[in-house]
T-cell receptor, first 117, second 113 residues
Framework: GAVVSQHPSRVICKSGTSVKIECRSL??????MFWYRQFPKQSLMLMAT?????????EQGVEKDKFLINHASLTLSTLTVTSAHPEDSSFYIC?????????????FGPGTRLTVT | QQQVKQSPQSLIVQKGGISIINCAYE??????FPWYQQFPGKGPALLIA?????SEKKEGRFTISFNKSAKQFSLHIMDSQPGDSATYFC????????????FGKGTKLSVKP
């Protein structure tokens, strides 16, 4: 199956700093990528939809100025958490859509564990 | 109406037994229903998915049963193994497999040897 990578896998940062998380589709081009957030022992919550070459679409309640998303190429989307605070500590997971015609599947990255101290 | 309700929250099954996880939805516009398996600290991995034009899909030990009139779908894991111990999520989308997914709350499965 298609492979999606994320970097870094873990990051610890101080409150007030910004952190960038990369999501790459390694063996396919993805016009659409999604960013999810998962708190411990909870489900995945969609944060935003990232489309190559256009602005991301954010879900209700997600601050677009705090969670900056850039989908600069067909294989890379980045999520920047700006002015991070302890409540932003979470597991961030991206997914990318792979396929052609009428057959598509969504593949998830391994996730990035963010801890804000 | 966008919710997907998943049960049970946790499940303990003996090795070789059948694990059954259920999901229900309200939005009749959902047209894609995947199941994901997630191990601790890892991203979800697609197990199997179904579209509403079929009532059942089987891949190896994993089967999805889909009841369109009841707006329910379930995952059956046959011959459950300790390696199947993980958290399972059902999900649904209104835009096929290209759309954003609405996830159930997850079921933690433990398969005892």
């Amino acid at each position: 199956g298609a492979v999606v990578s994320q970097h870094p896998s873990r990051v610890i940062c101080k409150s007030g700093t910004s952190v960038k998380i990369e999501c790459r589709s390694l063996d396919f081009q993805a016009t659409t990528m999604f960013w999810y957030r998962q708190f411990p022992k909870q489900s995945l919550m969609l944060m935003a939809t990232s489309n190559e070459g256009s602005k991301a679409t954010y879900e209700q309640g997600v601050e677009k100025d705090k969670f900056l998303i850039n989908h600069a190429s067909l294989t890379l989307s980045t999520l920047t958490v700006t002015s991070a605070h302890p409540e932003d500590s979470s597991f961030y997971i991206c997914s990318a859509v792979s396929g052609t015609g009428s057959s598509y599947e969504q593949y998830f990255g391994p996730g990035t564990r963010l801890t804000v101290t | 109406q966008q919710q997907v309700k998943q049960s049970p929250q946790s499940l303990i099954v003996q090795k070789g037994g059948i694990s059954i996880i259920n999901c229900a939805y309200e939005n009749t516009a959902f047209d894609y229903f995947p199941w994901y398996q997630q191990f601790p600290g890892k991203g979800p991995a697609l197990l199997i998915a179904i579209r509403p034009d079929v009532s059942e899909k089987k891949e190896g030990r994993f089967t999805i049963s889909f009841n369109k009139s009841a707006k329910q779908f379930s995952l059956h894991i046959m011959d459950s193994q300790p390696g199947d111990s993980a958290t399972y999520f059902c999900a649904a989308s209104t835009e096929g497999s290209q759309g954003n997914l609405i996830f159930g709350k997850g079921t933690k499965l433990s398969v005892k040897p």
